[in-house]
């Protein structure tokens, strides 16, 4: 298993190599890490412990978030690509062929299971479909699903916010789906990529949508960070069905180069989800940037709300700029 970092200074890189592995550098076993190639500042590393590895957090705690973020003799390391191993999951439902639009049921906290229900049937109306909870509502409770499912029509999945207590996590999930959801959603730098891992092995039966807050803090470090399509990649191989990407308008933080790599990281395996600042007024600027239409999912939260005629209205307009 191989993983490309860019870090300064560059000799720093065979320290990396012993530091993600055994520990000391005069070790001699077949588990040390070793650079395998270098050019100024990008060194390549191999990392034999790894091979055929496909727990989470052990893929987390050696290339992701390892101690290599804590050394003080290391100016800045960032993480640019990985060769993942095959034995990862990946998503279980095939994105569609043509693009679709998702929303967010707002405002994401204080509506009743039955005002939800209203908001999620005005949404499904509109053209969404998939209607999901925002990040901020965990644990969805059962009543809010029922009524949810009760009002969506066939062919638009509910997707209910599954997050919360670690050791609830897939009592939760399964109680949601036989409540009614069509999908599930999970904060899954927040909970823990583990924990989505745990969902895919769970076989459900529904898709899962992995939110990315809390991603930003790997991604936006100036000494230590972790590139946009390394974590794409492996939300995605972990099991998730929807991978959020940023989008194209100025709410994230995103270049449109990241987009483009994190869509790119998706194709043809799970849906990238363009989400934050789209609305029926960029709706197709969202598809012309992104260079594919197969796979794309464009999620409307508070753009669709802000329509003069309703949320409905809103949501419909941004489905018909799709074309």
Known sequence: ??????????????????LESVGLADAVVHARARVVAQDGREATLEFPALAGEADATTLVSSLVAGEWGDRADMRSCRLVAVEWPDALPGPAFA???????????????????????AVAAELAAGGAVLVKDDELLTSSPR????????????????????????????????????????????NAFAQGLAALQALRAAELGVPIFAHRVGAAFLRRGAQVSVAARVLAELTMLL???????????????????????????????ATAVIGGGVGPANAREQL??????AGLMLLLGSEAYAHPDGVRAGVAATTEALG
């Open 1 to 18: 298993m191989r993983a490309t970092y860019v870090v300064d200074p560059p000799e720093w890189a065979e320290r990396l190599a012993v």
């Open 95 to 117: 994105p569609a062929g043509e693009p679709v639009v998702g929303a967010i049921v707002k405002p994401a906290l204080g509506l009743t299971p039955e005002d939800a229900a």
């Open 143 to 186: 009543e809010r699903t029922v009524r949810i499912a009760a009002r969506l029509p066939d062919g638009v999945r509910y997707a209910a916010n599954v997050s919360g207590p670690h050791e609830g996590l897939l009592a939760r999930a399964e109680a949601a789906v036989a409540a009614g959801a069509g999908a599930v959603m999970l």
């Open 239 to 269: 099991g998730a069905d929807y991978v959020q990407v940023g989008s194209f308008a100025p709410r994230t933080f995103d270049t449109d180069e990241e987009v483009r790599e994190q869509i790119e990281a998706c194709a043809g395996r």
């Open 288 to 293: 012309d940037r992104a260079g594919r239409r």
